[in-house]
């Protein structure tokens, strides 16, 4: 896998694209995997899953830096309505991510069995350890009974999580991370269209909708009178002032019946 990511043209794209992208969500997603005892290494999971695309979207329907599934992501607490889509939402989905990997290990007792099982769940990994007798990962790696998609996902992920920690040895020379995100905590009543959070934080609809990928229609939740928003770092006071001051039919937006 290190050789593929390496040289294959679209794989070596997503390496960089994934490197630089890892440095939004690094500090937020360390302190999660630490403050939920689960080693940090697992951070470079998301690098697979998604290249820390937010509203990264699978054949299989699933979406976020952790790509989960609608169901599981409910099971972990993820709101998904036609509104908000919590899959992608950075901080939520880390965490919920945290403590499904904290249950998957639970069950299986081993780190490599629980990436696995992330990828193809507890039941079909606890199945083929029984159909082969084989219970180490590598062993059942071997073995008819996982999935090639599961018997790959757990190299590429050590693949990545050794090329990240030094990219010039394997090849990618002068990369950077991007800044870590950086934002004030703001709340509002719903339906507030981004485009006027936008205009009250003196930013762009496109710079809050990157702090906010999970807002899918570009309008907070109707109904929801203190639902938070993210605005760029050290505009929230300034946002405050002049939502407060607005007018209270001047801040809701008028939603379609469609």
């Not at 081993?110 to 083929?128: E, F, M, P, S, V």
């Not at 996982?146 to 020379?173: Q, S, W």
């Amino acid at each position: 896998w290190i050789d593929i990511f390496k040289n294959r043209r679209g794989f070596r794209e997503s390496f960089i694209g994934g490197y630089q992208r890892y440095g939004w969500f690094e500090p937020m997603i360390h302190k999660i995997l630490e403050e939920e005892g689960l080693p940090g290494d697992l951070i470079y999971m998301a690098y697979l899953e998604s290249t820390y695309k937010p509203n990264a979207y699978s054949r299989a329907r699933a979406r976020g830096i952790w790509q989960f599934i609608t169901p599981t992501g409910r099971q972990y607490g993820l709101k998904v309505t036609r509104y908000v889509d919590e899959r992608s939402h950075p901080e939520k989905s880390t965490r919920a991510a945290a403590r499904y990997i904290k249950d998957l290990y639970a069950t299986l007792g081993d780190w490599h069995l629980a990436i696995a099982a992330y990828n193809t769940g507890a039941g079909n990994i606890l199945r083929a350890q029984r159909r082969s007798g084989k219970t180490d990962y590598w062993d059942l790696a071997r073995t008819k009974y996982m999935l090639p998609e599961t018997k790959n996902f757990v190299p590429a992920i050590l693949a990545l999580a050794l090329m990240a920690k030094d990219p010039a040895k394997y090849g990618f020379e002068g990369l950077e991370h991007n800044p870590p995100l950086q934002f004030d905590r703001v709340t509002v009543a719903g339906p507030t269209q981004l485009a006027l959070v936008a205009r009250l934080a003196g930013t762009s609809e496109e710079a809050i909708r990157l702090l906010n990928p999970h807002l899918r229609l570009g309008v907070t939740p109707p109904g929801e009178r203190n639902y938070e928003v993210m605005v760029p770092s050290g505009s929230g006071e300034s946002f405050m002032a002049a939502y407060e001051a607005m007018p209270e039919s001047e801040k809701m937006a008028r939603l379609s019946a469609a």
